[in-house]
């Protein structure tokens, strides 16, 4: 009877360590599976992947922001109209502030946004094509054509332009 009752404690301590291994193994694979689906910083705070994901990729809401941004700007430099910049879905340096400002006013200018189609799109090109008149002969009308295209990319939610290029 005692050999009996020895077994079944051993039996008992047995179970008892297989059910606290099985738990934890369950609550290993749980955070296993937190970490896979979250990201860690620098400074070692989890962070969710799909969050930050979505604040460095442009959405359609971005997208529409950006072409109504670029009307009212066109409009407002076009009437002379001061432009607050410090509103604008768009962190713009003074240098960049400039630049746009040169580009709409005094001539005809059309803009377009250029939106490469992936999963996550972190850069539109907006292109800016404009015309103005140079000279009216009788017979012959001399325009210029510049072309601009600016980068845009967003970091953490913010908008920034990245890079200008242009031809004249």
Known sequence: MQQHTKFCKTVIKLVFLLLITLLSC???????????????????????????????CFSKDDVQLLNKHFRELKIAIRSNIDYDFSTAPIKYTSLQENNISYIFNDRFCENELIVLRKDCTK?????????????????????????????LEKNNNVIFITKIDGAG
């Open 123 to 151: 850069t539109i090109l907006l292109e800016v094509l404009c015309v103005e008149e140079i000279i009216k002969d009788k017979d012959e009308e001399h325009v210029r054509e510049e072309y601009y295209s600016y980068t």
């Open 26 to 56: 369950k609550k290993r694979n749980n955070q296993l599976n937190d970490y896979q689906n979250k990201g860690v910083d620098g400074v070692g705070v989890i962070k969710d992947k799909e969050t930050n994901r979505y604040k460095n």
